[in-house]
């Protein structure tokens, strides 16, 4: 999943990177069944004096905690938030200067780790993937009268009358339909918005890592270009990014884009101003579509991502009904 990531790597304190040995829990000790790459990356973190910075027990000292780091929302010190992601975890221990967590003022040393070493570090950071109770961060259960926080349109609109050209697999077609007893969620956007896209993308990132792994699994991402004639060739890469199975589609066509659109409400123009440059609009909205081709519902741009885990976690166990 996408992107970027802000981890304690790149603000750790002054001793992380050295040479000192230190102690660090073994894999029994953490209760965390390593994997052999894992088991290498724990022995580097404690030859290199990690937990001089994290902590004994990875909790956190003068350094950011790396128990439930993976994949958690961390604020960088330009207030942008970014996903601690296997891509950004290994960023930043080679290149720690690169980004800044908001909340640690020190900054680790550049070290000499070689490619596969860091790869190994950053398999350790993701076994640490709990709370410092030992809790899952998954979501475990829903309220049963919890009101969703997504819109819901009565009747449900049928969406899934037109099928949009796939950017992922070439020759098929992206049909607005979950899969039986799962969900789908849609979004129409453009690889080069400069906020609230990337933002929509990475907030439901986050909440599909808060659904359980079997109901992970029942969820499909679909990511439609309202700027094709920039996207084609581009959307497949971005939107991967973020969901690493997610599905691309685009479309030359504007009556097809415009057709496949109007049953979800959404709204997009790109026009080219005087001066050249293009300026895009768009409704921020994501899409929750079930096996039926329904729309059952809409999270509007600011949704959270603990607000939408809720949601599919009511619609997934309701669908499977």
Same mark, same amino acid.
């Given at each position: 999943?996408?992107?970027?990531?802000?981890?304690?790597?790149?603000?750790?304190?002054?001793?992380?990177?050295?040479?000192?040995?230190?102690?660090?829990?073994?894999?029994?000790?953490?209760?965390?069944?390593?994997?052999?790459?894992?088991?290498?990356?724990?022995?580097?973190?404690?030859?290199?004096?990690?937990?001089?910075?994290?902590?004994?027990?990875?909790?956190?000292?003068?350094?950011?905690?790396?128990?439930?780091?993976?994949?958690?929302?961390?604020?960088?010190?330009?207030?942008?938030?970014?996903?601690?992601?296997?891509?950004?975890?290994?960023?930043?221990?080679?290149?720690?200067?690169?980004?800044?967590?908001?909340?640690?003022?020190?900054?680790?040393?550049?070290?000499?780790?070689?490619?596969?070493?860091?790869?190994?570090?950053?398999?350790?950071?993701?076994?640490?993937?709990?709370?410092?109770?030992?809790?899952?961060?998954?979501?475990?259960?829903?309220?049963?009268?919890?009101?969703?926080?997504?819109?819901?349109?009565?009747?449900?609109?049928?969406?899934?009358?037109?099928?949009?050209?796939?950017? @992922?697999?070439?020759? %098929?077609?992206? $049909?607005?339909?979950?899969?039986?007893? &799962?969900?789908? =969620?849609?979004?129409? !956007?453009?690889?080069?918005?400069?906020?609230?896209?990337?933002?929509?993308?990475?907030?439901?990132?986050?909440?599909?890592?808060?659904?359980?792994?079997?109901?992970?699994?029942?969820?499909?991402?679909?990511?439609?270009?309202?700027?094709?004639?920039?996207?084609?060739?581009?959307?497949?890469?971005?939107?991967?990014?973020?969901?690493?199975?997610?599905?691309?589609?685009?479309?030359?066509?504007? @009556?097809?884009?415009? %057709?496949?659109? $109007?049953?979800?409400?959404?709204?997009? &123009?790109?026009? =080219?101003?005087?001066? !050249?440059?293009?300026?895009?609009?768009?409704?921020?909205?994501?899409?929750?579509?079930?096996?039926?081709?329904?729309?059952?519902?809409?999270?509007?741009?600011?949704?959270?991502?603990?607000?939408?885990?809720?949601?599919?976690?009511?619609?997934?166990?309701?669908?499977?009904?």
């Amino acid at each position: 999943m996408a992107t970027a990531s802000t981890v304690a790597l790149a603000l750790l304190g002054v001793s992380c990177g050295s040479d000192a040995t230190d102690t660090v829990p073994s894999a029994s000790e953490s209760d965390v069944d390593l994997s052999a790459a894992a088991e290498r990356g724990r022995e580097l973190a404690s030859s290199k004096g990690c937990s001089g910075c994290h902590g004994s027990d990875f909790s956190g000292s003068t350094g950011p905690t790396w128990i439930g780091l993976a994949g958690s929302e961390v604020e960088l010190n330009d207030g942008s938030f970014v996903l601690a992601d296997d891509l950004y975890l290994a960023r930043a221990i080679g290149d720690p200067s690169a980004e800044r967590r908001a909340d640690y003022s020190l900054q680790m040393p550049k070290n000499n780790l070689s490619d596969s070493e860091v790869a190994d570090v950053v398999e350790y950071i993701k076994s640490l993937g709990l709370t410092s109770d030992g809790d899952t961060q998954q979501l475990q259960e829903v309220p049963a009268d919890r009101v969703l926080a997504g819109i819901v349109r009565e009747p449900a609109p049928q969406v899934d009358q037109t099928a949009i050209p796939s950017l @992922s697999v070439e020759g %098929e077609t992206v $049909e607005f339909r979950a899969l039986a007893d &799962g969900l789908q =969620v849609v979004y129409f !956007g453009y690889t080069n918005c400069p906020d609230v896209c990337p933002t929509t993308m990475f907030d439901l990132t986050v909440a599909l890592r808060l659904l359980p792994d079997e109901m992970d699994d029942r969820v499909d991402t679909v990511m439609v270009t309202i700027d094709p004639d920039r996207d084609l060739d581009l959307l497949a890469e971005y939107v991967t990014s973020f969901v690493p199975d997610a599905v691309a589609a685009g479309t030359l066509d504007p @009556s097809l884009l415009e %057709e496949a659109a $109007e049953p979800f409400g959404v709204s997009y &123009g790109v026009t =080219v101003l005087d001066d !050249g440059e293009i300026e895009v609009v768009h409704s921020g909205f994501l899409y929750v579509v079930n096996d039926k081709g329904e729309l059952l519902l809409a999270w509007p741009f600011g949704t959270t991502s603990e607000e939408m885990a809720a949601d599919m976690f009511q619609l997934l166990e309701r669908e499977a009904q």
